[in-house]
């Protein structure tokens, strides 16, 4: 098994033989644990190894750039938070962030990435996605619960 410098408790979930993923979590943040997944190819031909290398190099950017793409995500977030929930939420959409909790990172071998964010109450404690091509472009926001 591959090992890494940043994420612990890595272990294989194999309950999905066609799409394998290494799981883990990241202790980086004083608040909470924040889990990880790396999900590997159909074909099982994955360099585990250099993918967790390739992963771990994009955690970094994105704990770095985290703050600028929730702020940049915030007129998208509150679209979809008022289609949902209509006029409900008085405040900005920037103040709708403090609403948010990172909770999952998805890491895919392609190079994209998926932000996983638990809601509030606010939110009808519904998580919020973002989806993110290799140049870390969001590409996605949706809800789900």
């Not at 990241?26 to 190894?49: F, H, N, Q």
């Not at 929730?70 to 008022?82: C, D, G, M, N, V």
């Amino acid at each position: 098994m591959p090992q890494s410098q940043i994420f612990a408790q890595l272990v294989w979930d194999n309950e999905l033989p066609d799409w394998p993923s290494l799981n883990g979590i990241y202790r980086g943040r004083p608040e909470k644990e924040i889990e990880v997944a790396l999900v590997g190819d159909s074909e099982m031909t994955l360099d585990w190894a250099d993918f967790l290398q390739r992963c771990e190099e994009t955690w970094h950017l994105l704990l770095i750039h985290e703050g600028q793409i929730l702020r940049e995500t915030a007129p998208k977030i509150y679209q979809k938070h008022q289609a949902y929930f209509g006029g409900r939420w008085k405040r900005t959409p920037e103040d709708l962030l403090s609403e948010l909790s990172l909770r999952l990172v998805c890491f895919y071998t392609d190079g994209s990435a998926h932000l996983w964010y638990k809601g509030t109450a606010a939110f009808n404690n519904l998580d919020v996605d973002l989806g993110f091509d290799f140049d870390l472009r969001v590409t996605e926001v949706r809800f789900d619960g």
